[in-house]
Protein backbone atom coordinates (compact mmCIF):
# COMPACT_ATOMS: atom_id res chain seq x y z
CA UNK A 1 0.00 0.00 0.00
CA UNK A 2 1.03 3.49 -0.87
CA UNK A 3 -0.10 6.66 0.23
CA UNK A 4 0.63 10.25 -1.08
CA UNK A 5 2.00 12.82 1.52
CA UNK A 6 0.64 16.39 1.06
CA UNK A 7 3.21 18.78 1.77
CA UNK A 8 2.02 21.23 4.42
CA UNK A 9 0.31 23.96 3.91
CA UNK A 10 1.41 27.02 6.00
CA UNK A 11 2.71 30.45 5.46
CA UNK A 12 2.50 33.57 8.30
CA UNK A 13 3.52 37.01 5.94
CA UNK A 14 4.01 40.49 6.67
CA UNK A 15 3.72 43.61 5.91
CA UNK A 16 7.52 45.10 6.32
CA UNK A 17 7.08 49.11 5.72
CA UNK A 18 7.03 51.27 8.92
CA UNK A 19 4.14 53.18 7.86
CA UNK A 20 1.91 52.62 4.94
CA UNK A 21 -0.53 56.59 4.97
CA UNK A 22 -3.81 57.03 3.38
CA UNK A 23 -5.01 54.24 1.91
CA UNK A 24 -8.46 53.81 3.61
CA UNK A 25 -10.71 56.01 5.16
CA UNK A 26 -13.29 57.13 2.60
CA UNK A 27 -14.51 53.40 2.56
CA UNK A 28 -12.21 52.24 0.28
CA UNK A 29 -11.55 48.17 0.76
CA UNK A 30 -7.45 48.09 0.64
CA UNK A 31 -5.83 45.01 -0.49
CA UNK A 32 -2.75 44.63 2.57
CA UNK A 33 0.53 44.40 0.99
CA UNK A 34 2.24 40.97 2.71
CA UNK A 35 5.48 42.03 1.44
CA UNK A 36 7.84 39.51 3.75
CA UNK A 37 7.25 35.61 4.74
CA UNK A 38 8.48 34.14 7.82
CA UNK A 39 8.00 30.96 6.69
CA UNK A 40 5.75 29.68 3.72
CA UNK A 41 5.34 25.72 3.65
CA UNK A 42 4.66 24.02 0.33
CA UNK A 43 5.00 27.46 -1.32
CA UNK A 44 1.10 28.44 -1.69
CA UNK A 45 1.46 32.26 -0.64
CA UNK A 46 2.35 34.96 -3.20
CA UNK A 47 1.57 38.46 -4.25
CA UNK A 48 -0.28 39.07 -1.40
CA UNK A 49 -2.49 35.79 -1.78
CA UNK A 50 -2.75 32.21 -0.38
CA UNK A 51 -4.18 29.84 -2.56
CA UNK A 52 -5.35 26.66 -1.33
CA UNK A 53 -3.18 23.67 -2.57
CA UNK A 54 -6.18 21.10 -1.34
CA UNK A 55 -9.73 21.25 -0.74
CA UNK A 56 -9.98 21.58 3.09
CA UNK A 57 -10.15 23.28 6.54
CA UNK A 58 -8.08 26.80 6.53
CA UNK A 59 -7.66 28.43 9.92
CA UNK A 60 -6.15 31.69 9.18
CA UNK A 61 -5.07 34.65 11.85
CA UNK A 62 -4.84 38.53 10.78
CA UNK A 63 -3.81 41.38 12.60
CA UNK A 64 -3.38 44.87 11.55
CA UNK A 65 -1.94 48.20 13.37
CA UNK A 66 -4.34 51.52 11.83
CA UNK A 67 -3.22 54.61 12.05
CA UNK A 68 -4.56 58.33 11.34
CA UNK A 69 -8.12 57.68 12.97
CA UNK A 70 -9.79 60.74 13.37
CA UNK A 71 -12.73 62.05 14.90
CA UNK A 72 -15.20 60.86 12.37
CA UNK A 73 -14.07 57.83 11.29
CA UNK A 74 -15.73 54.64 12.43
CA UNK A 75 -16.17 50.53 11.96
CA UNK A 76 -12.68 50.54 11.10
CA UNK A 77 -12.18 46.43 9.79
CA UNK A 78 -10.54 44.17 8.61
CA UNK A 79 -11.51 40.79 6.61
CA UNK A 80 -9.57 37.61 5.27
CA UNK A 81 -11.53 37.56 1.84
CA UNK A 82 -11.69 34.14 0.10
CA UNK A 83 -13.09 33.00 -3.27
CA UNK A 84 -16.29 31.94 -1.75
CA UNK A 85 -16.52 34.21 1.27
CA UNK A 86 -15.49 37.28 2.93
CA UNK A 87 -14.95 36.77 6.96
CA UNK A 88 -14.79 40.29 8.48
CA UNK A 89 -13.57 41.48 12.09
CA UNK A 90 -14.56 44.57 13.47
CA UNK A 91 -13.46 47.60 16.02
CA UNK A 92 -16.22 49.68 16.96
CA UNK A 93 -14.51 53.40 18.16
CA UNK A 94 -17.47 55.49 17.83
CA UNK A 95 -15.59 59.07 17.57
CA UNK A 96 -12.41 57.53 16.66
CA UNK A 97 -9.08 58.57 18.26
CA UNK A 98 -5.47 59.72 16.74
CA UNK A 99 -3.62 56.62 18.69
CA UNK A 100 -3.09 53.77 16.52
CA UNK A 101 -5.53 50.77 17.26
CA UNK A 102 -4.63 47.23 16.68
CA UNK A 103 -7.56 44.91 14.90
CA UNK A 104 -7.68 41.67 13.54
CA UNK A 105 -9.65 38.26 14.09
CA UNK A 106 -8.73 34.40 13.16
CA UNK A 107 -11.40 32.42 11.06
CA UNK A 108 -11.65 28.40 10.45
CA UNK A 109 -12.27 28.93 6.11
CA UNK A 110 -13.65 25.88 4.13
CA UNK A 111 -11.63 26.21 0.73
CA UNK A 112 -11.53 23.86 -2.31
CA UNK A 113 -8.24 23.32 -4.00
CA UNK A 114 -7.15 26.45 -6.05
CA UNK A 115 -9.46 29.09 -3.80
CA UNK A 116 -7.70 32.46 -2.82
CA UNK A 117 -7.49 34.22 0.60
CA UNK A 118 -6.69 38.34 0.78
CA UNK A 119 -6.49 40.55 3.39
CA UNK A 120 -8.11 44.03 3.42
CA UNK A 121 -8.66 47.01 5.49
CA UNK A 122 -11.38 49.18 5.53
CA UNK A 123 -12.01 52.64 7.37
CA UNK A 124 -15.71 54.90 6.53
CA UNK A 125 -16.51 58.60 7.32
CA UNK A 126 -13.98 60.36 6.78
CA UNK A 127 -11.06 61.11 4.18
CA UNK A 128 -8.54 58.49 2.82
CA UNK A 129 -6.21 59.42 5.53
CA UNK A 130 -5.88 56.32 7.63
CA UNK A 131 -3.25 54.13 7.07
CA UNK A 132 -1.40 51.47 8.80
CA UNK A 133 2.17 50.29 10.61
CA UNK A 134 4.36 47.40 9.19
CA UNK A 135 8.08 46.71 10.87
CA UNK A 136 10.74 44.31 10.72
CA UNK A 137 9.09 41.94 12.59
CA UNK A 138 5.60 39.91 12.04
CA UNK A 139 3.91 41.74 15.10
CA UNK A 140 1.87 45.03 13.86
CA UNK A 141 0.27 43.62 10.30
CA UNK A 142 0.37 40.18 9.52
CA UNK A 143 -1.56 36.94 8.25
CA UNK A 144 -0.97 33.70 9.00
CA UNK A 145 -2.61 30.28 7.51
CA UNK A 146 -1.92 26.74 7.63
CA UNK A 147 -4.58 23.51 6.48
CA UNK A 148 -6.33 21.93 9.38
CA UNK A 149 -7.38 18.87 7.89
Do not use: W
Amino acid sequence: MSYKVQAPAAFLAYNSSASTANVTGDGTVYTVVLDTELFDQGNNFSANTFTAPTTGLYAFQVYIKAEGLIAGAFVPSCAVVTTAHTYSFFSFTGTGSATPRGIGGSVLANMTAGDTATFTFTVSGVTKIVGFNGGATPILTFMSGYLVR
